[in-house]
């Protein structure tokens, strides 16, 4: 059984790569979407994730506006999944329009295994072991 369940809302195929690569070294269960409505209408389907990790340069919208839809949707819902932000963009101008989003967390790309492990095991709502 995996560790957690993460969704992942990202649109670059390189990107998702390494989220595929991780998450066997992990052990985590992972959905891939590539916009905002597909990350909406998932979480209506299945709102147990244990994270969500949230690119910000979606086609559709931005993954700031994406977060705060996600945190009205989650009122129906009646839970509330972590989201995690991770981007290239480092400032904290984007940090903070981040966090005002709804947002959880923040990290930040290019990075490491060590760096990937940690945000997960910090926000993932599951115990996560990492080794």
């Known amino acids: 059984m995996a560790q957690c369940n993460i969704l992942i809302v990202e649109d670059n195929d390189l990107q998702q790569a390494l989220y ?3 998450s066997k070294k992990y052990d985590f269960d992972l959905t891939m979407v590539k916009t905002s409505r597909e990350a909406l209408a998932t979480l ?3 709102p147990t994730f244990d994270l969500i990790l949230m ?3 979606l086609a559709d919208t931005n993954g700031c506006e994406c977060s705060r839809r996600i945190r009205e ?3 129906d ?3 509330h999944i972590p989201i995690v932000a991770v981007t290239g963009h480092t400032t904290e101008e984007y940090k ?3 966090f005002e989003a709804g947002m959880d967390g ?3 790309k290019p990075f490491s295994v060590t760096e990937f492990g940690a945000a997960i095991k910090r926000f993932s ?3 996560v072991t990492i080794d």
Do not use: K, M, T, W
Request: hydrophobic share 40%.
């Open 20 to 22: 595929r690569a991780l």
């Open 44 to 46: 209506h389907e299945n």
């Open 55 to 57: 690119d910000l340069g």
């Open 73 to 75: 949707a989650e009122i």
């Open 77 to 79: 819902l009646g839970v």
């Open 96 to 98: 903070n329009e981040c």
């Open 106 to 108: 923040f990290l930040s």
């Open 125 to 127: 709502r599951s115990p």
